[in-house]
Nanobody, 125 residues
Framework: EVQLVESGGGSVQAGGSLTLSCEASGFTFDGTIMGWYRQIPDPECELVAILHSDGVEFYDDSVKGRFTISEDSAKTTLYLQMNSLKPEDTAVYYC???????????????????WGRGTQVTVSS
């Protein structure tokens, strides 16, 4: 079965750090586009970061310089290192992976092959 499972969420104070993990089963990230979205209290989810299989990275301006996306050498686990967390980073974080997709569209229109179920991150002030 092809699936993604996130872990590493939790509650931290502002300024703290968390590392999210996304483990793939049934496939590897080799040749895919991988990324993280987050569902904030507003209904629309937003793109956080993307990692292409060739190593090209993209970050939303709101997390640039604070978050780092990476994968392990086996290409089965995707990470999101989050530093200097702010209360506005509070959200459910989802990982996604696929051969293509409309990554800059809304989550509903992204048409990305595989999604995880999400992990909650809560940042208190």
């Amino acid at each position: 079965e092809v699936q993604l499972v996130e872990s590493g969420g939790g509650s931290v104070q502002a300024g703290g750090s968390l590392t999210l993990s996304c483990e793939a089963s049934g496939f590897t990230f080799d040749g895919t586009i991988m990324g993280w979205y987050r569902q904030i209290p507003d209904p629309e989810c937003e793109l956080v970061a993307i990692l292409h299989s060739d190593g090209v990275e993209f970050y939303d301006d709101s997390v640039k310089g604070r978050f780092t996306i990476s994968e392990d050498s086996a290409k089965t686990t995707l990470y999101l290192q989050m530093n200097s967390l702010k209360p506005e980073d509070t959200a459910v974080y989802y990982c996604a992976a696929g051969a293509g997709g409309n990554w800059f569209s809304s989550c509903a229109e992204a048409d990305i092959g595989t999604w995880g179920r999400g992990t909650q991150v809560t940042v208190s002030s």
